[in-house]
């Protein structure tokens, strides 16, 4: 019976805790909206611009090295196959 009782007030405990976290947080996440200026989009603006340019930069080197791979597959298999024609040939 004293088990019982103890885990009802954990439960209780727990429950309130999880219920006081929750009512705590929600009001921090409804901030209100700061209003855009000039000069913002224009900072805002810039630093797209230099991402897109990271990102292409990236991007062009990831398709470069994709191709030597694709080039290298193509030149083994090539290579593969003209050496089993020549085993056939031999035979």
């Given amino acids: 019976m004293y ?3 103890k885990h009802r007030k954990l439960a209780r405990i727990i429950s309130i805790l999880v219920i006081s976290i929750i009512y705590l947080t929600i009001p921090t996440s409804c901030v209100t909206e700061v209003e ?3 000069v913002d989009r224009k ?5 797209e611009k230099q991402q897109k340019v990271i990102i292409g930069l990236e991007m062009d080197s ?3 090295l994709r191709r030597e791979k694709y080039i290298k597959n193509a030149v083994d298999s090539i290579m593969g ?3 089993e024609e020549m085993r056939k040939f031999d035979e």
């Fill in 3 to 5: 088990t019982i009782q």
């Fill in 36 to 38: 855009d200026t000039s």
């Fill in 43 to 47: 900072w805002v603006d810039s630093l």
């Fill in 62 to 64: 990831l398709c470069e």
């Fill in 81 to 83: 196959e003209r050496l």
